[in-house]
């Protein structure tokens, strides 16, 4: 199939905006699975304290508290997984800290602390590859990684 063919009935895209995603059933009819892969293996998370106990979340604690990009309180939860610890701390802080080489790229005593690193094993699993063409196949672009948290969250209830 063409990629304006099945982008036709997407709405414009608005350069530096992230968009909100079609209706959830036109969103249905997009051939996702041609735009999956299966992925596996050891990934590394950094989590932190539950506020509520002052005890780590667990490791695999899905979070549905809606503060994150990708966490709505009305989906199945996310857990954020890197290939790297690097890419995990990334994940965790990055949103938050200042350019490369700055003071605010560093963290805390405290966040050192209430922080925890552990080790996931995930059996195979079908994923959505979210990158390149496929964002554009599914009405969106790389704002999906940097634009409005609250519209990313409904970029992820429609890929839930």
């Not at 304006?4 to 009935?9: A, P």
Request: aromatic fraction near 10%; proline fraction near 7%.
């Amino acid at each position: 199939m063409l990629w304006s063919n099945m982008l036709s009935g997407m709405p414009a895209k608005i350069p530096g905006k992230l968009n909100l995603p079609t209706a959830q059933a036109e969103f249905d009819r997009l051939p996702l699975g041609d735009w999956t892969r299966i992925v596996g293996g050891v990934y590394y998370r950094v989590h932190c304290l539950d506020p509520t106990t002052g005890k780590p979340y667990g490791a695999l604690h899905f979070s549905r508290r809606g503060s994150s990009r990708f966490d709505p309180p009305n989906g199945v939860g996310t857990v954020c997984l890197a290939e790297s610890f690097a890419g995990a701390i990334m994940e965790k802080f990055d949103d938050r800290w200042g350019p490369v080489g700055s003071s605010g790229r560093s963290l805390t005593a405290r966040e050192l602390q209430e922080n925890w690193g552990s080790l996931i094993y995930v059996p195979p699993v079908l994923a959505f590859e979210a990158s390149g063409l496929n964002l554009s196949a599914i009405g969106t672009d790389a704002q999906l990684f940097s634009g409005e948290h609250s519209t990313a969250r409904e970029w992820a209830l429609r890929l839930m």
